[in-house]
């Protein structure tokens, strides 16, 4: 099959979770003997500084082909403007398939549909709850995803409370595919000793973007409130949220157990997550995170707010404190430092884990999913 990937910022990246599964399932797809173009972003963007440079430059990377794409800076038109030139790039690109990935991107999936060209669309997650966005913003985000739920020949959806969302607001039946995770390879605690100080198990960890829904000021006031030795690493570059991470610096800079890393990948994303003693996930809202997936892949003792998303994640695996509550999460905090014994052992979770999220599950399941989509020879909208 000829495959097309529309949505994220760029591969090869870290700056989201969205990366992170296009370049895993277009790796992966190219390896099964198909054709895939991903048509990455190109300008200054306020997450480029958590990029890798290079990417600006590739053309091809693991046999995936690259298209860059001009997109403005601007927050509020960055999606809308990228996906409509993207889309008709690859309206000439002669695909089996268009995948589009994200809410905001799925706006532009019914011109190829008038086209007769057959489209699959991933929401991550209900883009429009997330707080950085304002009422514009929410607006054209929801149009996305109606104009998924109404065109798109399949829908993808990473939980069963997303799922159950379309069925009951658009009566749109969709397809469970969860993400997955890669065979880890543990490391010693080398960058992380010379760089920040930090003692393999002597150390809490948040990895991920620094966006408000990700609840990253609970965990830093929650953590002020716990007396223990332990350190506090806030992993993480910004992503159209300046103001939110000054909020955090603030606060930070009030506890000299807090220690801020800045954008990690590579061997220091590794270093982190293989040394840690705990993972806290204090998200309001998620789709399905990437980062507690990978925390799980490394056997790490996790603590998350109780959202549905989460807990479908992790299951028993994970100790779970009331979403925005800073005071349970206070109290679960100084019960995961002190019980270790609640949790189940690293090589637990690990099975649970690898067994589950699987990428090349994934993979087979998009390709299967892409198949029926071009054999579906007699097109409806589905609402």
Request: hydrophobic share 40%; charged share 25%.
């Amino acid at each position: 099959m000829k495959i097309a990937m529309i949505g994220h910022k760029r591969i090869p990246s870290r700056e989201g979770g969205i990366e992170v599964v296009v370049e895993e399932l277009s790796t992966r797809l190219v390896q099964m003997g198909h054709s895939v173009t991903v048509y990455n972003r190109k300008g200054k963007h306020v997450s480029d500084k958590n990029a890798d440079l290079d990417a600006h430059k590739l053309k091809t990377y693991k046999g995936i082909r690259i298209v860059h794409v001009p997109t403005p800076s601007n927050k509020a038109m960055n999606a809308i403007v990228y996906s409509f030139i993207a889309t008709l790039f690859a309206l000439v690109g002669n695909y089996d398939v268009i995948h589009y990935h994200a809410e905001g991107p799925s706006m532009m999936l019914m011109i190829p549909h008038f086209f007769g060209i057959r489209t699959i669309a991933t929401i991550h997650g209900l883009d429009w709850q997330r707080s950085k966005w304002g009422g514009l913003a929410t607006r054209v985000l929801k149009f996305g995803e109606m104009i998924a739920a109404r065109y798109a020949d399949e829908v993808i959806v990473l939980s069963t409370n997303v799922q159950q969302y379309f069925k009951d607001t658009y009566n749109r039946e969709t397809i469970y595919i969860p993400n997955g995770v890669n065979r880890t390879e543990f490391r010693d605690p080398d960058i992380i000793a010379n760089r920040f100080g930090l003692e393999k198990e002597k150390y809490i960890l948040y990895l991920g973007r620094l966006v408000p829904e990700k609840g990253v000021t609970y965990l830093l006031e929650a953590f002020s409130k716990v007396k223990t030795d332990m350190k506090l690493v806030i992993a993480g570059g910004t992503s159209h949220s300046d103001e939110y991470v000054e909020q955090i610096k603030e606060l930070a800079a009030k506890d000299d157990r807090v220690v801020m890393t800045g954008f990690v990948q590579g061997n220091l994303l590794a270093e982190l997550y293989s040394n840690a003693y705990l993972y806290v996930l204090p998200s309001d809202v998620e789709g399905m995170p990437i980062s507690l997936l990978e925390a799980m892949s490394y056997g790490r003792k996790i603590l998350t707010s109780n959202i549905p998303e989460n807990a479908e994640a992790c299951g028993e695996y994970a100790m779970y404190f009331k979403k925005s509550s800073v005071r349970d999460l206070t109290k679960k905090l100084k019960d995961a430092i002190g019980q270790p014994e609640l949790f189940h052992t690293m090589d637990e979770i690990m099975d649970y884990c690898y067994t589950r999220f699987d990428w090349n599950k994934v993979t087979g399941a998009s390709a299967r999913l892409y198949i029926d989509a071009i054999l579906n020879v007699e097109r409806i909208d589905r609402v």
